[in-house]
Nanobody
Framework: QVRLVESGGGLVQAGGSLRLSCAAS????????MGWFRQAPGKDREFVAS????????DSADSVKGRFTFSRDNAKNTLYLQMNSLKPEDTAVYYC?????????????????WGQGTQVTVSS
């Protein structure tokens, strides 16, 4: 059974930092694209960032460029999202996702596996 488990969410003041982790089990995602999405209250889930398995090639939303960095440790089958200079508008549930193979798009439909999400709340 494939599982993606996010951790590291919490409450932080604006300007602060958090590091999210996504531990995968049940399958090795070394060659697969993995990504982060988020969903704020009352809004649709939106793309945050992705990283391919080989290369790797990264992509990120304009709203997080320069503030969020992301990486993966294939040996640990784990994905990371380092979030710096957090803003109240970053408040959302953050989801980890994994595609099957190399996916370069930003659509949720391109991802097969999803975590349960972790709450990030940024206070002003």
């Amino acid at each position: 059974q494939v599982r993606l488990v996010e951790s590291g969410g919490g409450l932080v003041q604006a300007g602060g930092s958090l590091r999210l982790s996504c531990a995968a089990s049940g399958r090795t995602f070394t060659s697969d694209t993995m990504g982060w999405f988020r969903q704020a209250p009352g809004k649709d889930r939106e793309f945050v960032a992705s990283i391919t398995g080989i290369g790797p090639r990264t992509d990120s939303a304009d709203s997080v460029k320069g503030r969020f960095t992301f990486s993966r440790d294939n040996a640990k089958n784990t994905l990371y999202l380092q979030m710096n200079s957090l803003k109240p508008e970053d408040t959302a549930v953050y989801y980890c996702a994994a595609a099957l193979g190399r996916y370069y798009g930003r659509s949720m439909a391109g991802y097969t596996y999803w975590g349960q999400g972790t709450q990030v709340t940024v206070s002003s």
